[in-house]
């Protein structure tokens, strides 16, 4: 289907080139406003890092339930200066191995069996466009992209080092709600009920719901669709307007998913007002500017 060229996307903040080597669809890297908070902060969903490695505060919680990829982080984080150099050696040494799809499979194969987050690395260097992808069971599921680590990961790799290395982080892996996040602002970036990205196959609308408890009551930004297509996430719009939030249209336009040209709608959520002058108070009242964010 061609692409209607007045449904490109289009993104309500300015953009940031600080991205990582953890390769997530939806990466909150592009998202410069959402960056401007220098109080302590915990990281709900820390994925690639797109947000809590660009973020203004020196003092974070980082959680993700993607144990390899918040050991790899670490490692990152702990490592001095020779540690560093030899991650990068293991990384070449060990992809430049693999030559074909059977040799990437093995240690795909290798990696779902020990979860080692060397070998992680490794397998998101090799595969379909360096992107996280696991199955229902667990595994690492992405398909062989015929690369390895090589000069431009490296590069996004020391840059990602250099950004956090002088910050306060700690490391969790497990829920959001074990989580000690008082005195935090609270930055989430779930995966979004009403999308079709291959990362979000087991979040569900009681997930949704408890999240949404969970922020109650607290500071917090949360990034999400509130729409895709014909589906609404009525449960996000109710939160909302329950809240009074303020609401900001952050990426709108058409998706670019294989057999998804659907029209979508991204937004951050606040109960802090956002630095720009447009914003959405949705009031209990306000039934037409509610409407105007679909």
């Not at 431009?152 to 002088?166: C, G, H, Y």
């Not at 995966?191 to 979000?200: D, K, R, T, W």
């Not at 329950?242 to 951050?268: H, P, R, T």
């Amino acid at each position: 289907m061609k692409q209607d060229p007045s449904l490109r996307v289009k993104y309500a903040m300015k953009t940031i080139k600080k991205t990582c080597p953890f390769n997530y669809a939806g990466s909150k890297s592009q998202y410069i406003e959402l960056f401007d908070i220098d109080k302590p902060i915990a990281d709900l969903f820390g994925g690639g890092g797109g947000y809590w490695s660009n973020v203004k505060s020196h003092d974070i919680i980082v959680n993700d339930v993607c144990e390899p990829l918040i050991k790899f982080q670490k490692r990152i984080y702990n490592a001095d200066a020779n540690e560093f150099e030899s991650i990068i050696m293991f990384l070449y040494e060990t992809t430049k191995l693999v030559e074909t799809k059977e040799d990437y499979e093995k240690m795909r194969a290798l990696f779902n069996e020990k979860k080692d987050d060397m070998l992680f690395m490794c397998c998101l260097s090799c595969c379909t466009n360096n992107l996280i992808r696991f199955n229902l069971s667990g595994g690492f599921n992405q398909t062989w992209g015929q690369r390895k680590f090589n000069s431009s990961m490296e590069a996004k790799l020391r840059d990602f080092r250099a950004r956090i290395e002088n910050k306060k982080i700690q490391f969790h892996v497990g829920d959001f709600q074990q989580i000690d996040t008082t005195g935090r602002i609270l930055f989430a970036d779930p995966p979004y009920l009403i999308s079709s990205a291959g990362y979000n196959t087991s979040w569900t609308v009681a997930d949704e719901n408890r999240l949404y408890a969970f922020l109650k009551g607290k500071d917090f930004v949360l990034t999400n669709f509130l729409q895709r297509g014909e589906l609404k996430n009525t449960i996000l719009e109710n939160f909302i307007r329950d809240n009074n939030l303020y609401v900001k249209v952050v990426k709108e336009g058409q998706m670019k998913a294989q057999k998804d040209d659907s029209i979508f709608k991204e937004v951050a959520v606040s109960n802090l007002p956002f630095n720009t002058t447009q914003i959405f108070k949705v009031e209990e009242s306000s039934e037409v500017k509610i409407h105007t964010l679909f």
